[in-house]
């Protein structure tokens, strides 16, 4: 984990799970923590410098338990990149109450220059929370299924 | 984990007392060495299983449990809907009717050997495979609902393989009460174009030599000799069921407080059986079987098409058999035959011999259960045993499980010298990414044979021949 030495804010990781992958995203806020935890959902796919941030796609979301609205942030991308067989490197978040308004730039699948490794099947409640933590960074984690 | 905080029932058993909300005791089957490398969070996760609504007589984790989600991986736990049972989303995981099917080539190695790279070309040129990749089937609005009412049935019946086919999947390759209407329209969408694709991760197919027989009778019973060669498909419902599991775990988590559930954590959403949110649920997740059961049925009939033309020969199939599922089953539980709701989540079943439900020519010698190794290791095929009813509403274990995180095999090895040093013995392997083959490499998993042995000797299920890969196409 890398509390020690200090992360720099934004920021995003991957924690272990043996069978699947946690993602957590750090920011000043909970919108930027939510950004940067779709890039490691994002980077769990592929590496993020071989995705060209060509095309954005709108992604909005209604859910007033901010954890909950989480984690379908993180399904809404699952599931944009799957229909439109899409890569992601850049995401803006907007939260808003209980709506939270989003974008995601990327670019279509090359599997020779992406080399994609595995593909998300869903974020999962485990190991869940969006918490402000004592200095004042927000936190975004969940494990998603691979 | 620290075994001391188990009880040991015997060299395979452990039981977790019951303790505070538990409402059963737990059961972790494994040798002491597979229990103490067993993560602390399988405890916890079966104890929480073990304190649902309506769980009857224990809650199960096998071999090669590890954390899952909810529950564990290698999870196992059956509910009367009577004494308000539960089905749980997380009981069954994302990737719903995920399995195992077996076919035989009826060759043996020399002959694969002489076509070794031609035929892995052709496979991996034939069969869509990896993140992106996509089938040759676009299912309209109402084919789509027929294909999630129909499984490998209505594959059948699109001119992807043969009726006799169906006698030896499970539930005849298509289950009853599936509700497409209670699969969204986002879960279709996700599927349109990935029918007969085998996805990515620990997905595969792999053509397998036989090299040992530990069970020579019901070797025979399945059709295996020393040497023969196998083909193996190991694959699930694709984003179909990935969308159902998500849709569902956040209803069942919404809905739990006004069903009157307590849930010590949003991971083990559920809802009673008798309930519309249940009800609805099984409809779809039975749906995602169909899927899966009508996905291998589809790549089956692309394997036969290569095999015929590199090889000039058929492909019949050994057995199907699935491991995360939900399905209706008559267990005797003290003394008294019950219907419940037997979850089996990275756990496959296991009928013994005479059970009802198998073929009749596998009647006597029970029904195959296929265990997936990794590509460089081994697979297994264990049988059903009279035993496994009692010992864990007949279930067993269903894979390897992962001994390392996918971050740490990529810090350990790098995919294309994976695939030199597995080539260098033998082992042919296609892939779209060298990435994938490192966080699949054969030494992040735990060692599938002690799995396979420690469920054999707790009872689950009995040793039958072991498989060793000569291609393995990955995802």
Redesign the interface.
């Known amino acids: 984990m890398s509390d020690n030495p200090p992360r720099p804010i934004p920021s995003w990781e991957?924690f272990?799970?043996?069978?699947?992958?946690g993602v957590a995203g750090y920011g000043a806020t909970a919108a930027a923590a939510f950004e940067q935890a779709a890039l490691a959902l994002s980077a769990?796919?592929?590496?993020l410098a071989r995705v060209t941030p060509k095309q954005s796609v709108a992604i909005d979301c209604e859910e007033p338990d901010l954890?909950?609205m989480f984690?379908?942030w993180l399904?809404a991308i699952?599931?944009e990149m799957?229909?439109r067989?899409l890569l992601f490197s850049r995401f803006r978040v907007r939260i808003d109450g209980a709506r939270l308004q989003g974008e995601a730039w990327g670019e279509p699948?090359d599997?020779e220059r992406h080399?994609?490794?595995?593909?998300a099947?869903?974020?999962?409640?485990?190991a869940?929370s969006v918490q402000q933590e004592p200095g004042g960074t927000w936190a975004a984690r969940c494990?998603v299924?691979? | 984990m620290d075994t001391n905080i188990l009880t040991k029932l015997t060299d395979t058993q452990w039981r977790i007392e019951p303790k505070g909300p538990m409402r059963v005791p737990g059961v972790i089957f494994g040798s002491e060495s597979l229990i103490r490398d067993m993560d602390d969070k399988v405890v916890e996760q079966v104890s929480n299983v073990a304190s649902l609504p309506g769980i009857v007589q224990a809650a199960y984790a096998m071999p090669d449990a590890h954390w899952g989600y909810g529950f564990p991986i290698g999870g196992v736990a059956a509910f009367d809907p009577e004494a308000g049972g539960v089905v749980s989303g997380g009981g069954v995981g994302f990737d719903i009717s995920c399995g195992v099917r077996t076919l035989h080539t009826g060759l043996d190695r020399a002959a694969i050997l002489a076509v070794q790279q031609e035929l892995a070309d052709a496979l991996y040129y034939r069969i869509p495979v990896g993140l992106g990749s996509t089938g040759g089937i676009r299912l309209n609005d109402r084919e789509m609902d027929a294909m999630l009412a129909g499984g490998a049935s209505w594959a059948v019946g699109q001119g992807y393989g043969r009726p006799e086919d169906l006698e030896r999947i499970e539930e005849r390759g298509r289950i009853g009460g599936a509700d497409p209407h209670q699969v969204s329209d986002r879960a279709k969408q996700r599927q349109r174009d990935e029918m007969g694709t085998l996805g990515s991760g620990n997905h595969y197919l792999e053509v397998q030599e036989v090299t040992a027989i530990f069970a020579p009778e019901i070797a025979t019973a399945y059709g295996l000799q020393p040497g023969a060669v196998l083909v193996s498909i190991h694959c699930g419902s694709r984003g179909l069921g990935h969308q159902i599991g998500t849709d569902y775990l956040k209803r069942m988590a919404l809905a739990a407080g006004q069903h009157g559930i307590r849930l010590p954590d949003r991971e083990l959403a559920c809802a009673p059986i008798n309930s519309d949110l249940g009800r609805a649920y099984l409809g779809a997740m039975r749906a995602g079987i169909n899927c899966a059961l009508a996905n291998r049925q589809i790549i089956t009939h692309l394997a036969r098409k290569v095999f015929a033309e590199v090889l000039g020969v058929d492909l019949t199939l050994l057995y199907d058999v699935s491991h995360n599922t939900c399905k209706l089953e008559e267990h005797v539980v003290d003394g008294r035959k019950r219907r419940l709701y037997v979850h089996r989540k990275g756990a496959t079943r296991a009928f013994g011999p005479g059970h009802p439900d198998l073929p009749a020519d596998l009647s006597t010698a029970g029904q195959p259960v296929l265990i997936g190794g990794t590509m460089g290791t081994a697979s297994y095929i264990l049988a059903g045993t009279e035993q496994s009813q009692e010992l864990a509403f007949n279930s067993a274990c269903h894979g390897a499980g992962r001994a390392m995180s996918r971050h740490a095999a990529t810090r350990r090895w790098q995919g294309r010298a994976v695939q030199n040093e597995l080539a260098e013995r033998g082992i042919l392997v296609r892939s779209p990414s060298p990435r994938g083959l490192a966080e699949e490499a054969p030494g992040a998993y735990k060692d599938v044979s002690e799995v396979v042995t420690a469920t054999d000797r707790a009872g689950l299920a009995r040793l039958v021949a072991r498989l060793e890969p000569l291609v393995c196409i990955k995802g």
């Open positions: 991957h272990e799970h043996r069978a699947d992958m769990i796919v592929c590496d954890e909950l984690v379908d399904n699952i599931y799957a229909v067989h699948v599997v080399q994609p490794a595995v593909e099947k869903g974020a999962t409640y485990t869940l494990v299924d691979v």
